[in-house]
C-alpha cells in the first residue's frame, strides 16, 4: 500500500490466511514478507519513505515479537529466527540491519503491544511514533534469554543505561507512550484528532524532505551510550542493578547476560563488536541453558493448560467470559476475602459477600477495603476505578441474597457435610438456570458435594475439576472468568486432592516422618534443616515444608506467600481427621483408616491437640513466633517441639543424625514426583506440563527448574528417581507412596522423560 510517496507496510498483511496472527508474532512468512516489502519499496524511485505499522486500519498490536514456537532447542535444530537461519528466511537480524541502513526514512507507527522483536525492529527504524494504545517492552529474560536482534545495542544509544537496564533486565512490558516521551524512545505522540497513521505520514513527510546526511544522525548504530542525565556512571548503574537480580544458580542466568549484554554497549569499542557480544550470549543461553528450557517450558504450558478440553469445539458467547456478572462468595475466612478481590479487581459486580457470622463479615469486608485501597495507594488501581469496586461490594448474614447471581463460590471450611448444605440451599435460592455454583475445595470430592444438587450442577474449584456432569460450555466459561480474574486455570479430573494436594501428601507426610526418624538429640535433623534444604536457599521453594504448614495453620488453613495462595495444609490435623487417621483423643484408639503396616507418626497430631501449636495464628507451631520480632512472622527455635521430635525419634535406629540437603530433596520431593506420575496413569492431569503449571503458581516451585515433571526430566533424571524409589520402598514398605508408578518405569525403560512420552505417543486427554 502507498500513501502519495510513502510505502505503509503492514505486519499483519504477511501471516498466511490459513494461520491467524493477532499478536503480529514475526514468523517466518511474516519476516519475509516484511523484507520483501521493503526491497520493493527502496527499488522504487517514486517512494521516497516508508512507513512499518501493525494493521492498515490502526487497530491492534504493533507486534508482540518472535515466534517462540521457531526458537531450536539445540544447535542442530538449525538455529533460532533471531540470529540465525538456514532456510533462507531473513532472521531479525537481518531484517533490522537492512532497516537500520535504508537510505529511505522509516517510520515505526506503533499501537498496542510493541514487545521483544517487535521493539527491536521499532528501533531500527529511523522514526518512532505511536499513540496512546502503546505498550512497550523487552521481556526475553521472562523466557530466559536476552534480546538478540540489537534491543541490548540500540536501547542504551537511544534512551539511556537507565531505561535499557528498567526494560531488558527487569523484563517489562507495559512502557507506555508517556514513557516513551520522556525517555526518548518516541519522536511524536498522535494527537486526538489524528490516528498514529496520519501522524506517521506527517513525520515521513517532513524526514524525506531533510537531506539524505541527516539520516546518520537517526541510524543508533552510529550514535555512543550517552551519560546518564542524574550523573551516575553507566558502569556502576549495572553494579547497582546486579544487586537486584537472583544469582546465577538460582534462576539468574538470563538476567545476568542481560547486564553483561548492556553493558558490552558501552565497553566495548564499536556497535559491531557489541552486536557480536549479545548474540554470543543469546546464543549460549538458548543452546545451553536448562533454566532457559525451563522458562519457555513454563510460557507454552501456561498457554496451553486452560484450553485443552475446549480448544477444539465452537462455544457460544457468554457474558461471564466479557467481565460481566453478579458474583456471590459464601465465607468472610481468607479465602472468601481473596476470591472476592480478585471477581471486584477484574470488574465483575455486584459482588456480595455471605457469612452468617456478623463479626466476621464485618471484618472480612473492612478487610477486602483496605486491601483495595492499599492498592489504589501503590497506583496499581486508579482511584476512579476503587471507588466504583467500593461500591461493587455488598454484603449479608443471608444467603438467599445470591438469588441472581452469575457465580456463586462456597468459600467455607472443608467439611463435607457443611459444603453440600450449602449446596443443597443454593440448588433451591438459585433463580438463574444457568447459574455456576463453585466450590473452593481442596480435598473432598466435587462430585460428592454436587450430589446435594438436584438436578446436579457442575462444581468446580481453584484447580477447575471436571465432574461427571460437567459440560464443555460450562469448562469454557470457567477458564474465561479465571483469566479475567488473574488466575491460570488448569483442568483436572476428580479425585481425592485432585492434583496439587494429592501429590503434596506424600511430601508433607515425608517431611514430618524424616523429624521421626532422624531427628532428636542436638546433633538429630531438625524443623530447620528441612526447611532449608527444600526452601529458597538450596532447591528454591517458596518456603520450606514446615514454614508453609504454619503460615497455613497445622489445625486448618491455606498457605499464602508474598500474597500469592500456595496450597490448604494437607498435613491439617482436622484433615488427617476427616481421613481417619488420627487417634482418638477421648477413647485412644487410632483412626480406622490407618492400617497397621501404615508409616505413622503421631508428632503432628500430639503438637496440635496437646500444646495447641497451630501456627503463626497462635504465636506457636513448628516454630515459636513473637510480634516484636519479623511482625510475629519469622520462625524462631522452639525447645517444645524439640522434645516432641526427641520423643518420637527414641525408637527409631537412625536417631540424631542429619542428612545431607540432597538427600532431603529427594526423600520429600521424589514421592511427590511419583505421586504426579500416578495421577497421569489415571487421567487425573492430561499432560505433565499441566502439573507443572499447578505446581509453579500454586506451590510455589521454582520457575527455573520449570514445574516437579520438568525436574524430574530434566535435572533429578528418570532413572535415578526411579531407583532411589525402589530403594525407599524396600526400606519402608508402609509408605505407599514410595512405591514406583507404572508410567515412570515404563518411561525410564523407553529411555523416555515424561514429557517427551507424552509428546512422541500423542496421549489424548481423558478430562
Partial sequence: MTHHSTAIIAIADGAPSSKPNPVNALSAPVRQYIFTSLTAALNN????????????????????????????????????????????????????H????????????????????????????QYRVADGTLKYGLPEVKIGLIPGAGGTQRLPRLCGVRHALDVIVRGRINCSAKDGLQFKFLDGVASDDESVLECALRWAGWASALPAVTLDSRRLCCRSVPSDTEGMANDDMCEFALQSVPPVEKGGESAHACLKAIKASFELESFTDGMEAEKNLFNDLLYHSL?????????????????????????????????????GVIGAGTMGRGIAISFLRAGYGPVTLVDVNEKGLKAGVQYIISTLEGEAKKGRIHQSKLDTIKSSLKSSTNISDLA??????????????????????????????????????STLDVDAIASSLSPPRRPYCAEVVKGKDTTPETLDIICSVSKRIKKVPVVVGNCDGFVGNRM????????????????????????????????????????????????????????????????????????????????????????????????????????VVKFGRVGQKALKGWYNYDKKIGKGRKPLPSSEIQELIDKYSTSSPNRGRKLEKDEIVKRVL??????????LEE???????DIDIIYLYGYGF???????????????GLPNILTKLQDLHKIYPGSEYFRPSDLLKKCVDMGLGVQEYYNTNGMESKL
Fill in 504 to 607: 503434596l501428601h506424600p511430601y508433607s507426610s515425608e517431611a514430618t516422618l524424616l523429624l521421626a526418624e532422624f531427628g532428636g538429640g542436638k546433633n538429630g535433623l531438625g524443623v530447620a534443616d528441612v526447611d532449608g534444604a527444600i526452601g529458597g536457599r538450596y532447591f528454591g521453594m517458596a518456603a520450606g515444608p514446615f514454614m508453609i504448614f504454619d503460615i497455613a495453620g497445622n489445625d486448618i488453613g491455606y498457605m499464602h506467600t508474598h500474597n500469592r495462595m500456595l496450597a490448604p495444609n494437607t498435613l491439617s490435623y482436622n484433615i488427617r481427621r476427616e481421613k481417619g487417621l488420627i487417634r482418638d483423643p477421648k477413647t485412644g484408639k487410632v483412626g480406622p483408616n490407618r492400617s497397621p503396616g501404615m508409616r505413622y507418626t503421631e508428632l503432628a497430631d500430639e503438637m
Fill in 45 to 96: 524511485p517514486n517512494i521516497k519513505s516508508i512507513i512499518l505499522i501493525g494493521r492498515h486500519d490502526c487497530k491492534g498490536v504493533f507486534s508482540a515479537g518472535a515466534d517462540i514456537k521457531e526458537f531450536s532447542g539445540s544447535s542442530s535444530d538449525g538455529g533460532s529466527s533471531v540470529t540465525s537461519s538456514t532456510d533462507g528466511v531473513p532472521t531479525l537480524n537481518d531484517i533490522a
Fill in 291 to 327: 533454566q532457559g528450557r525451563a522458562y519457555r517450558h513454563i510460557f507454552f504450558a501456561e498457554r496451553s493448560a486452560s484450553s485443552s478440553s475446549t480448544k477444539k469445539k465452537s462455544l457460544p458467547s457468554n457474558q461471564l467470559k466479557q467481565g460481566k456478572g453478579i458474583i
Fill in 670 to 679: 521424589f514421592p511427590l514426583i511419583n505421586e504426579g506420575f500416578k495421577i
Fill in 98 to 125: 537492512f532497516m537500520e541502513s535504508s537510505p529511505k526514512p522509516i517510520v515505526a507507527a506503533l499501537t498496542g503491544a510493541c514487545l521483544g522483536g517487535g521493539m527491536e525492529l521499532a528501533l531500527a527504524a
Fill in 702 to 716: 521454582p520457575a527455573w527448574k520449570g514445574g516437579p515433571m520438568f525436574w524430574a526430566d530434566n535435572y533429578a
Fill in 404 to 441: 441472581d447471581c452469575d457465580i456463586i463460590v462456597e468459600a467455607v471450611f472443608e467439611n463435607l457435610s457443611i459444603k453440600r448444605d450449602i449446596f443443597s440451599k443454593l440448588n433451591t435460592i438459585s433463580k438463574k438456570p444457568t447459574a455456576l455454583l463453585l466450590s473452593n475445595t
Fill in 683 to 689: 487421567g487425573i492431569a492430561s499432560d505433565p506440563a
